[in-house]
């Protein structure tokens, strides 16, 4: 190693001692890391080719239920090559909104949930495939018949109806529309002449509106 060591670090791109002939355990394990990462050399596969859904097929469904998801969001799992799980949340966004409870939701949270119950519940390691863990990653929140929703009863009914509850619904110059962490944002955009006191009462006829037809409005909400 002292006579040829730092060529073959030089000539592998990994030269990081400069000329030193010195060879220490922590140098030559760096060395090897440093050939790992750069990919010049690759470890052989711990990976059994066994899919992860198909190891737990008969746990999976219980572990889900044990993470208490509201009763609108179901999971489903797609694993094309063994142990690399692309993990999607759906959202029934209809029942969402009409659901009594609000509970925030966030893929990455949900996501931690599954994990840590998989892992101190079912054994299961994450990290490297190759070393025959599990890799789990979680897509963006599915919000599964919300564009139907905005287009057929958002756009076609509600604001139709919202621009009539009152006298003063002919200051409202638009109603914009997001959807974010399991809530629902309908603001309210008034014209410049409203007078800002009246604002806050016919933000308020919406909300009694929107709840007499079954909305959550901590869910569906409402502000200007």
């Given at each position: 190693m002292r006579k040829y060591g730092?060529?073959?670090?030089?000539?592998?791109?990994?030269?990081?001692?400069?000329?030193?002939t010195s060879f220490s355990h922590y140098r030559l394990l760096n060395s090897g890391k440093r050939l790992a990462e750069k990919e010049k050399y690759s470890l052989p596969s711990m990976n059994a080719g066994i899919k992860f859904t198909e190891k737990y097929s008969k746990l999976l469904s219980l572990f889900i239920e044990r993470i208490e998801l509201p009763d609108y969001?179901?999971?489903?799992l797609d694993e094309r090559v063994p142990n690399k799980v692309e993990v999607t949340f759906d959202v029934d966004?209809?029942?969402?909104?009409?659901?009594?409870?609000y509970k925030a939701l966030s893929s990455g949270n949900?996501?931690?949930?599954?994990?840590?119950?998989?892992?101190?519940?079912?054994?299961?390691?994450?990290?490297?495939?190759?070393?025959?863990?599990?890799?789990?990653?979680?897509?963006?929140?599915?919000?599964?018949?919300?564009?139907?929703?905005?287009?057929?009863?958002?756009?076609?009914?509600?604001?139709k109806e919202i621009k009539s509850l009152s006298p003063y619904s002919k200051y409202i110059h638009s109603i914009r529309f997001d959807v974010d962490g399991g809530r629902a944002d309908m603001k309210i955009i008034f014209k410049d002449e409203f007078r800002w006191n009246l604002r806050k009462e016919v933000v308020s006829g919406i909300r009694?509106?929107?709840t007499n037809l079954g909305y959550n409005t901590n869910i569906l909400r409402v502000d200007s």
């Open positions: 730092s060529d073959f670090e030089k000539d592998m791109g990994i030269q990081s001692y400069g000329t030193s969001v179901s999971i489903s966004f209809p029942k969402m909104i009409m659901s009594q409870e949900l996501l931690s949930s599954l994990k840590k119950y998989l892992e101190n519940f079912g054994g299961v390691e994450f990290g490297n495939p190759n070393y025959g863990q599990v890799q789990m990653n979680g897509k963006k929140l599915n919000y599964v018949g919300l564009d139907e929703w905005v287009k057929n009863v958002l756009n076609k009914k509600l604001k009694e509106y929107l």
